[in-house]
């Protein structure tokens, strides 16, 4: 099967892993997508094949690169598709059934009404006995189910007789309904800039002050669709220190006009006061509203609290991780180099080994991410809309399911 | 500084944005990989494996060079095998590098190979390199972006066809503590010019005794300005143009890169080719050369400068492994004891059991290692499936595959354990000690020795000469006395390689030992003598100081630089001259053989009568006599004898003052059984005709302002000289 995953990964890229979690979560909903259509389906159990599939592929991309929790976000989200889209066949297929014994001769007209519904029903009543039901699901669900329909009405009225038959095209079906899912969800990913963007105008208000760390496209494009719809606005951008991106936003801000301003990380702080609003983005959103973000996030995150100003998290929902940050600093962190806080020839003697005796006395520590807790954090605004943060163990629910969080657990815990 | 430092990450950060899609994409870079090193640094370990495949923090070390080499974008790599090739391109079909899209890996084998020259020169007879490419060794180590460094190298190309290479540098401290203990690599001197980056000199075994380096004066005089460096670190990265490659074959006696390919460069003007410099700044690059190197880049890469090539980020199939507090990394399935401490900066691979109240501080422990309990080891280095038994010490060692250490056995620092040793109970293996279960090779005979074989072909490093002539004096013993009784205790199995007296100087340098305490002063000093030349001397140069060519300096350097010459020179001449006495040359053809040896080395005329007098003087006092009389006779004879040769370089008064001089020097210092007869010879010469009467007087007319002391001569020749005053009176 698709064996060079692992190289089709971007190995260890010194790229941007923030800016990347996006383009990350992309690659990998397209990955599995191929997987997906590559994998032959037996007659039975057609979703077990598939998840097993996608399981054995995104087990591996979380090895891969376990700090990049989009990955394992997405891996997740398919499998939860793949587990909605057979149960909705599997309620279509019973409710075509029960449909059939009550009323035989009924013409395919109404049926195709009524199975509708009542496939909606089934579905609902069987997902509730598993776990509580879902806006999301619900939605998603009205129209898949009324696809269903033509499977269940060309195999309704000889269902005992070519079963075989039946089964096949329903296994085509689910490989079909998953890989549009995967293609909505694909869409959902290269969209979800603009959707954040969209609700820009609702939270930026004419001549405020707005602060945001380091360099995040979605916050870009939020400040531009915000720039976009006549509202003025200043910007001040902490550099993000050590590896300066907010001298690269304070750039496109400048080109696009924002009248924006630059300041040290550590001058968040004297700064504040002046500020309306803390706009920024972040690595990945945790299942308690924590949030990974650059590092320096928390010391913004806390000045913001200090002084009552209210601090936004942009994500997309690729960024939703169903994990709770037990550990962040050692298991979901990442330690750079130390060039970029020092320069190797002045330094390399103070963390020598060879002239000393024993351990070197300077150690460097570089860490990639801060843990910002849930109750730093004002709001999130994500792509299907703002949200406080203890609401975000209830958007997990909606896009993972449990058995997924406890299977994936156990590979990522393998790491 | 700061500052600039910002904006040089930002620069970066931008570059690496916009590295790999259209650049690379137009002409695919390819990469000449040498995967032999050509030397003989990593004996007795590259015996059984090629240095290649050895870990590095349980990596072999030519994944990372491949890694790296796929990052910077390069799409076809060349990997050029020799000793134990059949191992390399094993293990590259084993591994995922053969399979990758975008990436090709393809071996090329040769065994009769001793140079990366010839290396090259077979690459280019197979006419499979098209383009520009990169030329890397094996066991280099590297997170840089190519991208700058390659698009500058095109731009010059493109603006002068003789811009031929591009070698990627890094700086350095300039202390040679740091590059001891960094690199166990003598001290380099590029001259670069600091507008074209162009590199004008190149030297990388500069006399340390001396405290000198010679520049030519003719770079001087071209350059407006060079900057000479002590600072610079070379990456052994090189973007080369497709010609480097003709060059190596039209200069079939360059055998190694530095030493003659980028000096023969450098020294040859007549085709013009040039050779350019890249600075890296935060990017990492370094290669591994010897076993310091190793445990210095072993130690980088587990401070995460070489990052994202760290043992936590899964790069070519290395194991998980995750990173805890204080730099300690840990893979999966340990069995450790809760008594055991494990200290930081330590790498403990997969499956590795660790038995109670070891300690394991600053080390790597490969996979599958069994270690007791009350097991010390400290900066160590241990590979794969090792078993250490309870009580055992290691510290600062290197302990290969499969070596299995009895209880209580202690490996002193600087120890190398190659594979499947065995290492008896309580025994101690003394410092810098090789095992090896091979015997020390006496000669090299046997093919597998190719990768070090180049000792005949004179492109090893010069300590690793001396090495190796020590090692096969020190064969001669070892053969008679100890060889056949492995002494590794009970039950030990191997055979400690023997190092001699001489070799243990140098042991010191390349270990992964810590260096002596003793040696660190020493070094240390003679840094504070460098720093004291160069407070004393003004024309000394600062460390990367800018050299505009102000005639002061460049006049220092060229004193020093002749005085230098002239020593070779005066030795050459007196070589020469007793030659022509032995055998009887023809006085003709001894005059054309001094004139070309004065154009060889650009004296003039009165330094070739100096010398010829000086070779002459020697030869009078060698030639044995018994009172001064007889020398003095002897002395008349060879004058005599020789006269026209030496009348040939006095052409005019200040060559003769010049014989005078040197005359009086030998007095003084080499010759002092001259000090009585000086008048006498003074006579003899005049009587030769070898002194004019002026010269003479010039001479005394000089001396009479000097000292007391210089006017011994005079005084002694006082009578001689008022008789030539008188006889030039009654001339007039």
């Not at chain 1, 700090?67 to 409710?95: F, K």
Request: charged share 25%; proline share 4%.
């Amino acid at each position: 099967m698709n064996t060079d995953d692992s190289s089709w990964w971007p190995m260890g890229d010194g790229g941007d892993k923030i800016e990347g979690s996006q383009a990350t979560a992309r690659q990998t909903a397209e990955l599995l997508r191929s997987v997906i259509s590559q994998q032959r389906v037996p007659y039975t159990n057609q979703a077990g094949a598939l998840i097993d599939a996608v399981k054995a592929i995104g087990e591996q991309l979380i090895a891969a690169n376990p700090v990049e929790l989009a990955v394992g976000n997405i891996v997740r989200r398919v499998l939860h598709i793949i587990r909605e889209e057979d149960l909705s066949l599997t309620t279509a297929a019973i409710g075509g059934l029960n449909l059939s014994a009550v009323s035989d001769d009924e013409n395919d007209d109404d049926r195709d009404g009524d199975s509708t519904l009542s496939a909606a029903a089934v579905a609902a009543a069987a997902r509730s006995t598993l776990r509580p039901p879902s806006l999301q699901t619900l939605l998603e669900d009205t129209p898949v189910s009324a696809a269903v329909p033509q499977t269940s009405s060309s195999g309704g009225d000889s269902e005992g007789k070519s079963k075989s038959a039946d089964k096949s095209s329903r296994s085509r079906k689910l490989k079909h309904d998953v890989i549009e899912a995967v293609n909505e969800l694909i869409q959902d990913i290269v969209t979800c800039h603009e959707q954040i963007a969209e609700q820009a105008v609702e939270h930026i208000h004419q001549n405020e002050v707005i602060l945001t760390l380091g360099s995040s496209r979605t916050v870009l494009e939020f400040l531009f669709a915000a720039k976009e719809k006549k509202r003025s606005f200043r910007v001040f951008v902490a550099e993000g220190a050590p590896r300066y991106q907010g001298h690269l936003l304070a750039k496109e801000l400048v080109a696009r006009g924002l009248q924006t301003t630059l300041i040290t990380d550590s001058a968040v702080f004297a700064m504040i006061s002046r500020v309306n609003m803390v706009i920024v983005g972040a690595h990945a959103v945790m299942a308690n509203g924590g949030v990974i973000a650059p590092v320096g996030m928390n010391l913004v995150a806390l000045a913001a609290q200090k002084h009552a100003v209210p601090f936004v998290v942009l994500a997309g929902s690729h960024k939703l991780c169903p994990l709770y940050p037990h550990n962040p600093e050692v298991l979901l962190n990442e330690l750079r180099s130390p060039s970029e806080l020092l320069d190797f020839g002045e330094f390399s003697d103070c963390m020598d080994f060879g002239s000393g005796s024993g351990s070197p006395l300077l150690h460097v520590v570089n860490p990639a991410f801060d843990y910002v807790p849930p109750k730093l954090v004002s709001l999130f605004i994500t792509d299907a809309g703002g949200h406080n943060p203890s609401y975000m163990y209830r958007l997990i629910a909606d896009y993972y399911s449990a058995d997924d969080l406890v299977v994936q657990r156990r590979a990522t815990a393998g790491n | 500084m700061g500052a600039q430092k910002k904006r040089a990450a930002a620069a970066a950060a931008a570059a690496r944005v916009s590295e790999d899609p259209d650049d690379l994409a137009r002409q695919p870079l390819q990469a000449i990989l040498l995967a032999d090193s050509f030397t003989t640094k990593f004996r007795p370990i590259t015996l059984e494996r090629p240095k290649v495949l050895l870990p590095l923090v349980n990596v072999p070390m030519i994944n990372y060079t491949l890694a790296w080499l796929e990052a910077a974008g390069v799409a076809e790599v060349f990997v050029f095998c020799c000793a134990h090739s059949k191992q390399v391109i094993d293990y590259l079909e084993n591994s995922e590098w053969f399979s990758q899209p975008n990436f090709t890996v393809k071996t090329i084998e040769s065994h009769n190979i001793i140079s990366a020259g010839d290396a090259l020169r077979l690459i280019y007879e197979q006419n499979v390199i098209h383009g520009d490419f990169v030329l890397i060794s094996g066991d280099t180590v590297s997170n840089m972006s190519l991208t700058q460094a390659l698009q500058e190298h095109k731009e010059r190309k493109k603006k002068d066809n003789n811009a031929v290479m591009t070698m990627i540098i890094k700086k350095s401290k300039p202390s040679p503590i740091t590059r001891q203990s960094r690199l166990g690599t003598d001290e380099l001197f590029m001259a670069i010019d600091p507008n074209t980056k162009q590199l004008l000199y190149y030297e990388d075994k500069a006399d340390h005794s001396k405290g000198t380096i010679c520049l030519d004066k003719m770079l001087l005089a071209e350059n407006p300005s060079i900057s000479l460096h002590n600072d610079k670190q070379d990456c052994y990265i090189d973007i080369c143009s497709p010609e480097v490659l003709s060059l190596f074959t039209d200069n079939f006696d360059y055998q190694h890169l530095r030493r003659h390919f980028v000096k023969g460069l450098l020294l040859d003007d007549i085709m013009g080719y040039k050779i350019f410099t890249h600075e890296i700044h935060s990017s990492y690059a370094a290669r591994i050369d010897n076993y310091r190197s190793y445990d210095i880049v072993s130690k980088d890469i587990i401070q995460r400068w070489t990052y994202p090539y760290v043992p936590d980020v899964k790069f070519c199939g290395n194991r998980a492994t995750k990173l805890e507090r204080r730099g300690m990394y840990r893979a999966l399935e340990i069995e450790q004891s809760r008594s055991a401490q494990v200290g930081s900066f330590t790498v403990i691979g997969y499956g590795t059991k660790i038995g109670s109240n070891s300690k394991i501080s600053d080390s790597v422990i490969g996979e599958g290692c069994t270690i007791g309990s009350n097991v010390l080891i400290e900066g160590s280095y241990i590979w794969d499936n090792v078993i250490i038994e309870d009580g055992c010490e290691l510290r600062h060692v290197i302990v290969c595959d499969g070596v299995i250490m009895k209880a209580g056995a202690v490996l002193k620092p600087g120890v190398v354990l190659s594979f499947k040793v065995v290492i008896g109970e309580r025994f101690v293996v003394p410092a810098y000690s090789k095992v090896s279960l091979l015997q020390q090779p006496t000669v090299h005979d046997s093919d597998e020795e190719l990768e070090y074989a180049d000792n005949s072909s004179g492109t090893v490093e010069f300590s690793s000469i001396q090495g190796t002539a020590d090692q096969s004096n020190g064969e001669m013993t070892s053969e008679s006395s100890e060889a056949h009784k492995p002494k590794l205790g009970t039950g030990g199995v191997g055979y400690i390689w023997s190092i001699c007296e001489g070799g243990q100087e140098e042991e010191w340098r390349h270990s992964v030992a810590p260096i002596p305490e003793d040696k660190l002063t020493e070094l240390s000093e003679a840094m504070d003598d460098d720093q004291e030349l160069v407070t004393q001397d003004r024309t000394a140069l600062s460390t990367s100081g800018e050299l505009i060519s102000d005639s002061n300096a460049s006049e220092g350097d060229d004193n020093e630089d002749s005085k230098d010459d002239s020593v070779y020179f005066e030795k050459e001449v007196e070589a020469t001259f007793l030659r022509a006495v032995e055998e009887n040359v023809k006085v003709d053809h001894v005059i054309l053989e001094v004139n070309s040896l004065r154009l060889s080395y650009n004296m003039t005329s009165a330094d070739c009568a100096g010398a010829v007098f000086y070779s002459m003087m020697k030869l009078a006092i060698k030639t044995p006599h018994s009172s001064a009389s007889e020398l003095q006779q002897n002395t008349a004879n060879i004058i005599t004898t020789w006269q026209k040769l030496l009348k040939s370089y006095l052409l005019e008064i200040d060559e003769e003052i010049e014989i005078i001089l040197k005359f009086e020097e030998m007095c003084l210092e080499s010759a002092k059984e001259f000090s009585p007869l000086f008048a006498r010879i003074l006579h003899i010469l005049y009587d030769k005709d070898i002194l004019q009467e002026d010269a003479i007087l010039r001479w005394a007319d000089e001396k009479e302002g000097a000292d007391e002391s210089d006017k011994v001569f005079v005084r002694q020749s006082e009578k001689f000289i008022q008789w030539l005053r008188e006889a030039s009176e009654e001339e007039d």
